[in-house]
């Protein structure tokens, strides 16, 4: 897929597959969700969750998910078990794990980057916040 969408500083020059400084991109972005690139087998997505916010508990049969933490700790729940995660570390979620994302700082947002192997959202999805992300997700 070529890179087609230009937006602000989001902007990408047309190329084959997608390039970016994605940490920078992450640190930047105050959307709960900002889907970068879509490819035919994985996606690239920015998210931003406010103190206290979480993604919430979800399962995704046929997905692989990656995340990357760029700024802030968080909780990571998967099949009921707890462990800590902050800037720099890296958590895979395999298919059919029940997992949930918890901000755990009481004074800033969580930002990082997760991968979906396939894609899980449509291409170019943007969610300002994550009512506007479970609205859109009903009507999907």
Known sequence: MVARR?????????????????NKLALENDNFRRVLYTAKGGQ??????????DIGMEV????????WIVQGTARAVLNSEETLVA????????RGTNH???????????????????????DGTIHK???????????H
């Open 44 to 53: 690239l997505v920015l998210m931003s969750l406010r103190t206290g916010e």
């Open 87 to 94: 800037v720099g570390d890296v958590l895979v979620v395999p």
């Open 129 to 139: 916040t994550k009512v506007e992300a479970l609205a859109a997700e009903e009507h």
């Open 60 to 67: 995704h049969a046929d997905v692989d998910q990656f995340f």
């Open 100 to 122: 949930n994302i918890i901000n755990a700082s009481s004074n800033q947002a969580l930002r990082l980057y997760t991968v979906y192997a396939p894609p899980n959202h449509p």
């Open 6 to 22: 230009a937006m602000q500083q989001w902007e990408v020059t047309a190329m084959v597959g997608y390039k970016s400084s994605v």
